[in-house]
């Protein structure tokens, strides 16, 4: 039978005190237990590893070679659990995150440098990508997407502050060709298109009276990011459905107007989510807190 790693511990901590007595102290048990243990411990491998008398304990020649092997061994051994324990008391390592350009642009940009700031030991890496994505599959540790996007078995921690998306256009845009007055009224007007990575063109949601709507826009200008989308509607180009955050310079400043303002949707929050695990690595347990405390809700997943 191997001996277990406990067993040889005991052996090479006998050996090295040359007393059972401390050796078992250093462990808090009885040095008869000890005996008994080391007793064993030559029994299964065969060989004698101690010399004992009633004065004193001494290794054999194949004891001395074999704690020769043994210390190193365990010293990297306990160093290896010494270095488990600290990733545990102090978030210690690296976090891929997949995120869409959004979130990375209006809730990561603000949160991460404080984050890195009471967290310096731990390193992240941020991965855009609007596509739905495995994070499991491509090696995340975890994702922000809206809620709706989510997997069931994923874990999810709301990010505040919600989100909205509005309709914006240039004040030229709508000095020449009007300003509609319905969601409808949109199909007689050139429309900035949001595509997503599928391919497939978002259709533009709306809210009233707590009655939805969703209207499949047209344009000659479509995009798959909200920065071109601003930059086409300040151009002239049409009316652009971007997230609100994003353009409230812009709308400050005069240069884009609310378009159909009364009809926005209601705001919608991005959630980051990590497979269910019992035992999370500290930078992202620590990551997870952070959101909770200083960017996420107190009642969070």
């Known amino acids: 039978m191997t001996p277990d790693l406990h067993d040889l511990d005991a052996f090479a901590a006998v050996a ?10 250093e462990r808090g048990i009885s040095a ?6 080391l007793r064993g411990l030559e029994e299964r491998l065969g060989v004698r590893l101690l010399n004992r008398t009633t004065r004193s304990v001494t290794p054999t020649e194949a004891g001395q070679r074999l704690l020769a092997r043994l210390d190193p061994a365990l010293r990297e051994v306990a160093e290896a659990l010494a270095e488990l324990n600290a990733l545990h008391a102090e978030p210690v390592g690296r976090l891929r995150l997949n995120v869409p350009r959004p979130a990375a642009r209006l809730v990561l940009a603000p949160l991460l440098p404080r984050f890195v700031a009471a967290y310096p030991r731990v390193r992240i890496d941020v991965v855009t990508d609007d596509g739905l994505v495995d994070i499991v599959k491509d090696g995340f540790d975890a994702g922000i997407r809206f809620g709706e996007s989510l997997a069931g078995d994923m874990v999810a921690v709301p990010i505040e502050p919600p989100q909205r998306f509005v309709c914006v256009a240039a004040p030229d845009y709508l000095a020449t060709q009007g300003i509609p007055q319905t969601p409808r009224e949109l199909l007689a007007h050139a429309c900035i298109g949001r ?5 497939n063109v978002y259709a533009w949601e709306f809210q009233r009276e707590g009655q939805p709507l969703r209207v499949d826009v047209e344009g000659p200008l479509s995009f798959d990011d909200d920065l071109p989308m601003i930059q086409a509607a300040r151009a002239g180009a049409g009316i652009a459905y971007v ?3 994003l353009v409230v310079d812009d709308l400050a400043e005069g240069r884009l107007a609310l378009v159909l303002d009364a009809w926005k949707p209601p705001p919608s929050r991005f959630f980051l989510y990590y497979p269910g695990r019992r035992h ?12 909770r405390r200083e960017g996420g809700t107190p009642d969070g997943a």
């Open 32 to 37: 008869s237990a000890l005996s008994h243990a």
């Open 280 to 291: 999370l690595p500290a930078a992202l347990r620590a990551l997870v807190d952070f959101i």
């Open 195 to 199: 595509r997503f990575p599928s391919g």
């Open 16 to 25: 090295r005190h040359r007393s059972f007595r401390k050796a078992a102290a």
């Open 243 to 245: 997230y609100e955050a």
